[in-house]
């Protein structure tokens, strides 16, 4: 029962999708498929591919875990694109809470005055996944 159990959790949608197991059976085909006209090399090299991809989502980790929500609003950001008004949206990148680095993820950005590129703003509310601010 344990191995079942190991073995349903490694072939997981996560770790092993759909796609996945199309490549893999496509490569695995095309490999039988060349060995059997005689084309060795062309073979192997499927073969290879195959062990490699095989390998590489072998050891992806899956880490189970509860998601902890970022406190967005209040936060400081710094504009990389120009915000220009409610018209003339910007982009940008928000500080994160714990380490004050700044996130990789950009985000669009509108204000009700002109702020420009590298200023330090301030998110003071959000709209869908638009980040109103203020400059700072």
Same mark, same amino acid.
């Given at each position: 029962m344990r191995t079942s159990n190991r073995l349903s959790s490694f072939f997981t949608i996560a770790r092993f999708g759909p796609d996945s197991f199309v490549v893999? =059976?496509?490569l695995a085909l095309a490999s039988f498929v060349l060995y059997e006209y005689g084309f060795i090399f062309p073979a192997v090299m499927s073969a290879c591919v195959l062990a490699i991809i095989f390998l590489v989502e072998s050891a992806e980790m899956i880490r189970l875990g509860t998601?902890?929500?970022r406190q967005i609003l209040g936060s400081r950001c710094l504009v990389i694109k120009r915000v220009g008004g409610? !018209?003339?949206r910007g982009i940008v990148k928000v500080y994160g809470e714990a380490n004050g680095e700044l996130n990789p993820e950009l985000w669009s950005a509108e204000s009700d005055s002109v702020i420009e590129e =590298?200023?330090? !703003? /301030? /998110?003071r509310g959000m709209r869908s996944i638009i980040l109103i601010v203020e400059g700072f």
């Open positions: 893999l =059976g496509g998601y902890k929500p409610r !018209a003339d =590298g200023t330090i !703003a /301030v /998110v």
